[in-house]
């Protein structure tokens, strides 16, 4: 496919090895993931939730953002998440992918919705 990446990135890391400059609005925050391709960079965060709470809700508020803050900036955040934990917080879901925010699931990451995405070089 043509794309480099990093695992467990920070934004000095993204700098050092894509030569891309971002403000990570905290001391250098670490993604899971930092894809760069078709000269675009993709921030990826993964996570599975096996039960509801709290941490999801405040999850999905603080993805949201990081959201806004890095699109600002050029970068696309992608949030890969599954578990049965979301059922009893669907309304936290809703808001992220309202605001026009990437959202997988396993399934979705099996059928190459990730893929589509890079191709597509984001909004």
């Known amino acids: 496919m043509g794309f480099s990446f990093l695992k467990q ?3 000095s890391d993204i ?4 030569g891309i400059i971002i403000d990570s609005g905290e001391v250098d925050r ?4 930092a894809i760069f391709y078709n000269h675009r960079l993709f921030l990826i965060e993964v996570n599975f939730y096996s039960t509801s709470g709290s941490k999801l809700k405040a999850t999905a508020g603080e993805y949201r953002e990081m959201a806004k803050f890095w699109r600002s900036q050029g970068a696309e955040f992608v949030w890969i998440t599954d578990g049965k934990g979301w ?3 669907k309304s936290a879901i809703k808001e992220y ?3 026009g ?6 399934e979705m990451l099996k059928r190459g919705c990730l893929t589509e995405i890079l191709n597509r070089g984001g909004v």
């Open 87 to 89: 059922l009893d917080s």
């Open 30 to 33: 670490t993604v899971d993931f």
């Open 15 to 18: 700098e050092r090895n894509f």
């Open 97 to 99: 992918i309202d605001d």
């Open 9 to 11: 990135a920070k934004v």
């Open 101 to 106: 925010f990437y959202l997988l699931n396993l």
